[in-house]
């Protein structure tokens, strides 16, 4: 199969994980008779500080030719601690999604089983941890009208829903949940808000055409707690924009590390897969970021052009480098390995590499590095 992957490393550490997702997806190209192409744009504050603009039209245009997105990440603290600034990085992600039609963003949860101690929540708690989050992605308040008055004393955040919006989400979470444990909980909070009311509206309706699905709803607050105490009752996860975004965080501690974590924003007609944590500006050129989010991110675009065999391979090689302990700090605080050590060892690992050996309970990294 022959892709063009647009790359958008975007800040911070962005950078450093999406080069060992691309070793990844070159190491799956070579191994599987693949040709992956990469083409590199700006986004986010770097974009800024070379056109003033957090999505340049040269990068929209190449996303918009392009088979999928590789992204990184956004964010920088000279815009994070300025409230005032009128350009902001996340703006160019906002675009990007609402441009490209990106209305369903699916985010895994499934805690590995060499790493159920990595986490604070007990072992017994998260074993056996297997849901998925649909979030919407393209509405509510993070898409609606903003009003700050003059003095800058009071500010709002429209949310606002359509029934197509809510429509087409639903739709594929009912078709993911056909074929895993036929469960959908959808969250709001109906008791208080409108748009949640239409939500729970059109998601029943949409229910009844799936009668070996069983839909129930829970408000936001109580999952937020359940999904801590007792994680193992979902299956899938549907949700807005808001409430998708805080509880797929507050969900990294199922895994253990936000590093962990990836993702797939996808719509109609294009598709974009990212790590879900930030840009971490303090780990910015210390090769101490953990980049296996970033590469299950890959493995998720290979399975979203049916490359089954090819990203089952990569999530094998992933599980090996923790098996093995060839993770970054923050699944190991004693860890001697860095960023680019962990690309090293799974693209090795993909490519069944000879220099790649295990003595005693030590690791040792041959010389062979994909670039």
């Excluded at 070379?50 to 815009?79: H, M, S, W």
């Excluded at 690992?349 to 050996?357: C, G």
Aim: charged share 25%; glycine share 6%.
């Amino acid at each position: 199969m022959n892709l063009k992957i647009a790359v958008l490393s975007g800040d911070g550490i962005g950078p450093e994980v999406i080069l060992q997702a691309k070793k990844a997806l070159y190491a799956i190209s070579v191994a599987y008779d693949h040709e992956f192409i990469f083409e590199d744009a700006l986004i986010g504050a770097t974009a800024i500080d070379k056109t003033r603009n957090p999505l340049p039209e040269q990068t929209l245009n190449l996303c918009l030719n392009t088979d999928a997105v590789l992204f990184g990440a956004i964010g920088n603290p000279k815009y994070d601690n300025n409230p005032d600034a009128k350009v902001r990085p996340e703006q160019g992600l906002l675009k990007l999604r609402k441009e490209l039609g990106l209305y369903a963003n699916i985010r895994p949860i499934k805690p590995f089983k060499n790493l159920l101690d990595a986490s604070p929540i007990k072992r017994e708690v998260i074993e056996n941890v297997d849901f998925v989050i649909y979030r919407e992605l393209t509405g509510g308040s993070y898409y609606g009208e903003k009003i700050v008055n003059e003095e800058g004393t009071f500010a709002s955040d429209i949310c606002e829903y359509s029934e197509n919006e809510i429509n087409r989400i639903t739709h594929q979470a009912f078709k993911a949940a056909q074929s895993r444990r036929k469960k959908v909980t959808l969250v709001d909070k109906a008791n208080v808000l409108e748009t949640s009311r239409l939500w729970r509206k059109i998601v029943k309706k949409i229910a009844l055409q799936y009668p070996d699905v069983m839909l129930e709803c829970q408000y936001i607050d109580n999952v937020a707690m359940q999904i801590i105490t007792d994680p193992k009752q979902f299956d899938i996860i549907l949700t807005e924009n808001l409430f998708g975004d805080i509880l797929s965080d507050e969900a990294c501690a199922i895994m253990g590390s936000i590093g962990l974590m990836a993702s797939a924003s996808i719509g109609n007609n294009n598709a974009l897969f990212e790590p879900i944590h930030g840009s971490y500006p303090r780990a910015k050129g210390k090769n101490i970021a953990n980049p296996i989010a970033s590469i299950l991110s890959a493995a998720m675009l290979l399975e979203h052009f049916g490359l089954e065999k090819e990203a089952k391979k990569v999530y094998e090689a992933v599980e090996k480098a923790i098996e093995y302990k060839v993770v970054t700090i923050d699944l190991n605080p004693g860890s001697r390995f860095g960023t680019n050590d962990v690309g090293d060892f799974i693209s090795n690992v993909i490519l069944s590499k000879d220099d790649l050996y295990f003595k005693n309970d030590n690791v040792q990294i041959g010389q062979s590095t994909i670039v």
